[in-house]
């Protein structure tokens, strides 16, 4: 399995300043890594990055309507910047019965909710507020019976590397991705800027870093259910519609 230190001595063999044989000095690979990791960071805000979806669960406390989300936090997960679902379950009955009918609110209609803290058996909707280094995810309304516990379903970004040695176990397409795109990262500091420079337009190794980049987003696309705001349904009687005389 190809290791951090791997990837570092492609990419600088892609720009030139590594040949056949050689290997990275270790003040290079170590700024290498730092680029690395700077990549990884930037792929953490950008959603076909993340190849996988991870459930987590907690347990909800009567009576509490905010939780913590994040490294340390009551939800002890890295702090997602993409939420797909938040759901509950109750373990009073067996099996424990997942459901799915909670709905996310936006910053609007937070705001907006005019009793925020009413009681309910069971929360209907959740609002994420993205606050760092921890989020707050709170239930509406405020769940006021045990035996509960909320379900988060959050994509998860590529983790940082912390050593050269340390082994990379990604899905297909990414041992490119991360190559090309360090390459790309790393030119400036290894005055290689003129590598990204074509005639007219990005260099060779530039189209190569967005074509492999490309790839793993078209790689994590899945399929989704077709779903359709309530709003934009017709109300009242009526009901059909004829697109050839526009009534």
């Given at each position: 399995m190809a290791t951090v230190l791997d990837v570092i001595a492609a990419a600088l063999k892609d720009l030139g300043v590594l040949a056949a044989g050689e290997t990275a000095t270790a003040a290079d690979a170590q700024d290498c890594l730092d680029g690395l990791n700077r990549?990884?960071?930037?792929?953490?805000?950008?959603?076909?990055?993340?190849?996988?979806v991870t459930r987590s669960t907690w347990t909800l406390v009567s009576g509490t309507q905010t939780y913590t989300v994040g490294v340390g936090g009551t939800v002890n997960i890295a702090r997602p910047e993409y939420i797909e679902h938040v759901h509950f379950q109750d373990t009073l009955v067996s099996p424990v019965l997942e459901y799915p009918?909670?709905?996310?609110?936006?910053?609007?209609?937070?705001?907006?909710?005019?009793?925020?803290?009413l009681p309910s058996p069971f929360p209907a909707a959740w609002y994420y507020d993205y606050a760092?280094?921890?989020?707050?995810?709170?239930?509406?309304?405020?769940?006021?019976?045990?035996g509960l516990q909320g379900v988060i379903y959050?994509?998860?970004?590529?983790?940082?590397?912390?050593?050269?040695?340390?082994?990379?176990?990604l899905p297909p397409g990414y041992w490119r991705a991360l190559v090309k795109n360090l390459a790309v990262e790393?030119?400036?500091a290894f005055d290689r800027a003129s590598a990204l420079e074509?005639?007219?337009?990005?260099?060779?190794l530039v189209r190569q870093a967005i074509e492999a980049k490309d790839?793993?987003?078209?790689?994590?696309?899945?399929?989704?259910?077709?779903s359709i705001d309530p709003g934009a349904l017709v109300q009242g009687g009526g009901g059909s519609y004829d697109i050839n005389t526009g009534n």
């Open positions: 990549l990884l960071d930037q792929w953490a805000v950008e959603r076909l990055s993340m190849f996988v009918q909670m709905s996310p609110l936006t910053d609007d209609a937070w705001a907006k909710l005019q009793q925020r803290t760092f280094p921890l989020a707050n995810l709170s239930l509406w309304p405020v769940p006021n019976r045990s959050a994509a998860t970004a590529t983790a940082q590397f912390t050593t050269l040695t340390q082994s990379i176990g790393m030119a400036p074509g005639q007219g337009g990005p260099g060779l790839a793993i987003k078209r790689g994590n696309k899945r399929l989704m259910d077709m």
